[in-house]
């Protein structure tokens, strides 16, 4: 079961790269914008992987903190970012 979890984390980081270089090309990234996006993956990779794992060996309870914790950070790094880094900043095609 463990080797789902780990196909299913790797699958998610190249969904985030595609998703990185859509987001690339209609919004100027800068810096903080690039880190902000950073945080926000590693918290949700995060929370996949530990809530995934205490699931699997029956301890619902720290998965469901693992959810809260890390789940909630990566919806807060996420939305700061896009807020104050991302959204302000589009480029304008033709």
Known sequence: MIWLQWY???MM???AFFGYR???KHFRLDWKANLGLLAAFSSYWLCFGWSWASFVEGETQSGAMGLIMFGLTGVIFSAITWRKFISPH???SK
Request: charged residues 15%.
């Open 8 to 10: 299913l984390m790797g």
């Open 13 to 15: 980081t190249v969904v």
């Open 22 to 24: 859509k987001l690339e």
């Open 90 to 92: 589009p480029i304008l």
